[in-house]
């Protein structure tokens, strides 16, 4: 859990370093952050001895603190520079990075130093492929160790197609994840914006965050040609990065021969379809306003990144059903993306259609299948078991937020956006909106959602029974 502590104390010398050439008043808050963060990472690698071997329940404690470490930690220089950050708001916007959630309670993005504002970017950035993962590239020695964690850290869905060695998978997506983000960064360049920009929105982006550096998010620029590379470098995070490597190195099992992909795909068009008629009959945009919008809001909301051109709170209530049940979707396993992610639901129809079979002829054998390769039924389970308590985790915070007298269409949203990681929903924090409303117990509430959502909860419920069992 160290070596967390020094990766985020990397980022945050470099944001100190920003500050300092730029003489910004936000140079100390995230010097003594690094700094602290820096110590607290070398303390632990000198005074405990070297450890050969973990099981199964402490790569879990490992992941799961690990997450929580890293938000403490990104919350210091938050905390440190004051202004809109109490406690509440920089643990809330900490969590919201890490996780690439990219819900925010800032009122003036634009007022932040440009340090600081790297510092955000850099949380998504750290958080997009996982904290963790980075960790264990890096890890010397510790073969046993990587593997142990690594269960952990990436859902059994995510290896039916894509069966490789811990380590191999984890330098694979590490490449993929840089390459798309110099790739975008370079492209984003080339089309107006300035290299802090780029830089930044090329972090949000793959890791499909939401954090930009202005105040109006991408509706700052107008420029379409952005707007299409953006959604463009969405869709792409939002697919499975192992299958994107195979894709790039011309192996047969790729983006194109996956038919979860392809379906996938085809609800994502359908979406558009519906919404750009939707807004063409009731709101009188054109063809070609309400295809540039439509397009854009649902790869971003999709795909969790959660970037806005406009406001969707005007749109009409059928665009919005949409976009909410995408909230709930999102995208794919193997991707930056958080959400129930489409496999899921893709293999929840597929089990559906074989108890079907099993009903209509209780003598038949029927294998429950994705993209050829046979499903076990163990994986099965859990899925339906992690579909039941997404939702049931929804349906209470929803419940919560509405005992804090929140209204209807906040709470119900926040809940879904915050569990999902997606960031924007509709109400008080619809696109162009904020979280800074939110009652303090909220955002607590709120931030442990965006944590359960990012850690896939199953591994945080494997946890607490754990510690409950343990101390029985």
Known sequence: MS???????LFLFISAGISFFLHENTLMPLFISALISAIGG???IVLIGKIDDINFR??????????????????????LSGGEFTLANAIFESMSGFTTTGASILQNVEGLSKGLLFWRASTHFIGGIGVILFVLLILPDAKSIRASIYRTEVSGLSQINFKMRANKIIRILSIVYVSLTIVLTALLRIQGMSFFDSVCHAFTTIATGGFSTKNLSIAFYDNPGIEITLTIFMYLSSLHFGLLFLTFTGNRNNIFTSRVIRAYTGTIVAGILLITLNLIISSGYTWVEGLRHASFQVVSITSTTGIATLDTNSWPLFSKIILIYFSIQCAMVGS????????RIYLFFASL?????????PQGVYLTKMNGNVVSQELESQTMAFIILYMLIFFVVTLILSAMNIDET???TASIA???NVGPGFGEIGSLGNFSGMPDAAKYLLSVNMLLGRLEILNVITLLVIFIKKNQ
């Open 3 to 9: 070596y967390v502590l020094l990766f985020n104390a």
């Open 42 to 44: 070398i303390l632990p």
């Open 58 to 79: 402490e790569g879990i404690a490992i992941s799961v603190f690990g997450w929580i470490l890293a938000c403490l930690a990104g919350a210091l220089p938050f905390i």
């Open 336 to 343: 930056t993306s958080g959400g129930i992610k489409f496999d």
């Open 353 to 361: 259609k074989n108890r079907i079979n099993l009903i209509r002829h």
């Open 410 to 412: 906040t709470a119900i």
């Open 418 to 420: 915050t569990l999902g």
